[in-house]
């Protein structure tokens, strides 16, 4: 968080602490020795959304080269456009279709290698199908 906190300064107290929980959330699931992990949707996505509208405005706010390269900035920005319009699906298929899961908590079964949020909100998008 320290890195985080250099970059951005005067963060509200309530958008800093999603970014806390989520990397906390990650930590814990990185050194957890399971093939498994319950976490509770709504926080989830909220720390989602916190984060990539945090990395959306990185680049504006570092200091000196951020993209050594056109693809660089492309390959960034196609991402983030990429998430945005998952994280706008979600959104509109929050309350439309029936939970599969209980109380908001959702299970994930997958590779640790392999998680993303862009593979976990198309797997929310799926789930809500």
Known sequence: MELYDK???????KQRELINWLNEARNEFIHFNSDSYSVYEPSMLAAFEQA?????????????????????????????DELTCLFEKLNK?????????VG?????????AKLGVGKICRYLINMRR
């Open 7 to 13: 970059l951005f300064i005067n963060k509200p107290d």
């Open 52 to 80: 990539l509208e945090d990395i959306k405005t990185t680049p504006s706010l570092s200091k000196g080269i951020f993209f050594y390269n056109d693809e660089q900035q492309a390959r960034f920005t196609a991402s983030c």
């Open 104 to 112: 908001g908590v959702m299970a994930i079964s997958i590779d640790h």
């Open 93 to 101: 298929t929050k309350h439309s279709k029936a939970r599969t899961c």
